[in-house]
Nanobody
Framework: QVQLVESGGGLVQAGGSLRLSCAAS????????MRWFRQAPGQEREFVAR????????LYADSVKGRFTISRDNTKNTVYLQMNSLKPDDTATYYC??????????WGQGTQVTVSS
């Protein structure tokens, strides 16, 4: 089992930045693909970003490309999401997830990000 705990969310003005962290326990994250998803009120959960176990070839949703950066530190068992140039549309609960290249097996509880205009 992998337990994931997100942190770093909060309230920020449009144009600002936040850095989300996802800390894992139970197993090392180094063997997993890691993803960030988000869910806004009344909307479906959507993919935000993905990073491979080695950190190569990160993948981003078009809506965040060029503004968000996913990274990982396997020595700290932690994954990050650096969010810059935030927009009100980025307001959502952000979740990290661990899995393999084709599926997601473990989820965190989420951290709230609110971007004011």
């Amino acid at each position: 089992q992998v337990q994931l705990v997100e942190s770093g969310g909060g309230l920020v003005q449009a144009g600002g930045s936040l850095r989300l962290s996802c800390a894992a326990s139970g197993r090392t994250l180094s063997r997993y693909y890691m993803r960030w998803f988000r869910q806004a009120p009344g909307q479906e959960r959507e993919f935000v970003a993905r990073i491979s176990w080695s950190g190569d070839n990160p993948l981003y949703a078009d809506s965040v490309k060029g503004r968000f950066t996913i990274s990982r530190d396997n020595t700290k068992n932690t994954v990050y999401l650096q969010m810059n140039s935030l927009k009100p549309d980025d307001t959502a609960t952000y979740y990290c997830a661990a899995g393999d290249v084709g599926s997601t097996n473990y989820w965190g509880q989420g951290t709230q990000v609110t971007v004011s205009s």
